[in-house]
């Protein structure tokens, strides 16, 4: 081991991006935060996609068993090309304003999958609203829960290849839901005195150049950070981000978007197992928090 990775096994590993029954993963928040104690981690973002109503349980079970538990929310925003994701850290949870705006997303969400439904019914699925609501078993119906559907009807094999036939961004039962244009987004992140990150940046499917522009008009748009760090980026793509993230002083973050069995080849704190992300990052995330609030 280089005294890198000395320095980064001393400091702790963490993950700074999770999903829970909240919104699209299958471990509850209590589960969640009990794997991560069991996989040696020492910190934990939850970060569900427009929902932050598991962080209270997740904190419990934190203090519980000794693993920090970071207030996170995920954020789609309206862009072009891909999927932009933007990850809000150490959100206020309480905060009405942004409550009120969640609420929002939540039922922009909820619109969209009878359109789904449809979609797929004219494709030539069997599939009903009630039998999605029931794979959901109570909670908020998404698309993995159709993605459930699917498979359990011999549709498709995987999750994975209801998401890469029908049901992924951009393909045939897929429908768009508005969405907030990413300085939305920001200044969101940011009453709710957050930390605004931008999420896995090889889905937005950037050459250098156009990706470049992108982060000149986020960083114009307040962005504090961008994870480097991910399951899915290849060295390449790290170090890429890395140079980005310096060239435009942005912090760094890392996260595994861990989401249970919905993607079982991603697991908590190690991605596909090469994943590794140190506590110095959240340091420094801390860092620039009270700096901006002093
Ligand atoms: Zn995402
Ligand atoms: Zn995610």
């Not at 920001?186 to 992108?214: C, F, M, Q, W, Y």
């Not at 890395?242 to 079982?264: C, I, M, Q, V, Y």
Request: hydrophobic residues 35%; proline residues 5%; charged residues 30%.
């Amino acid at each position: 081991m280089n005294s890198e990775g000395r320095i980064r096994e001393m400091n702790g590993r963490i993950d700074l991006h999770t999903h829970s029954t909240i919104s699209d993963g299958t471990y509850t928040p209590a589960e969640l935060v009990r794997y991560g104690k069991k996989k040696g981690l020492r910190a934990i973002a939850l970060t569900d996609h427009d929902r932050i109503d598991g962080i209270e349980e997740a904190q419990m079970v934190g203090e519980e068993v000794g693993v920090e538990v970071i207030p996170g929310v995920e954020l789609s925003a309206d862009f072009s090309k891909g999927a932009m994701h933007l990850l809000g850290l150490f959100i206020d949870r309480t905060s009405p304003s942004f409550l009120r705006r969640l609420a929002v997303f939540q039922a922009a969400r909820r619109e969209r999958n009878p359109k789904i439904v449809q979609r797929l019914q004219e494709m030539g699925f069997k599939i009903t609203e009630e039998e999605v609501a029931a794979a959901a078993g109570g909670r908020p119906p998404g698309r993995p829960h159709f993605a459930r559907v699917l498979m359990e009807k011999g549709y498709v094999h995987s999750i994975t290849e209801a998401f890469e036939r029908y049901i992924g961004d951009g393909k045939p039962a897929y429908v768009k839901k508005p969405q907030p244009s990413p300085e939305v987004c920001i200044a969101l992140i940011h009453e709710a005195n957050g930390i605004a990150v931008l999420a896995h940046p090889n889905t937005i499917h950037l050459t250098d150049r156009k990706l470049s522009a992108l982060f000149e008009r986020l960083v114009k748009a307040g962005l504090d950070g961008v994870e480097v760090y991910y399951s899915t980026h290849t060295p390449e793509e790290t170090v890429r981000y890395e140079r980005l993230a310096d060239e435009w002083n942005l912090l760094k973050t890392g996260g595994s978007d861990f989401h249970g069995e919905h993607k079982p080849q991603i697991d908590l704190g190690v991605g596909k197992g090469n994943l590794r992300v140190s506590y110095a990052l959240l340091d420094a995330l801390r860092e620039r928090r009270e700096n901006k609030t002093a």
